[in-house]
């Protein structure tokens, strides 16, 4: 897909943003926690592309929200806690149908 954004010019794989969810998806949490700017990256693409309302995903659930808290309360036991909540919440809202 080519799209523009004032002028620039840009292109996404369908194809490539779902192999990039599964990738995310099938990661161990060790890797996730290593990979989180590119797991933000992605989740802000996606949910742009999918239009999915900024109340959804900005809100202090959502799941750009949720990334962020990761990357900076990364120490934050709580914030640690809520991993596998943080995981689902990714895998849920950022999958591409097939």
Known sequence: MEY?????HYSASYQDLREEHARFAGMTDKRFLKELPGALHFAVFVCWFKELPTSQVLSDEGIVHQLAHLIHLKAEPLVMGRLGEIRDLFDQQLRLAP
């Open 4 to 8: 523009l954004i004032g002028n620039n």
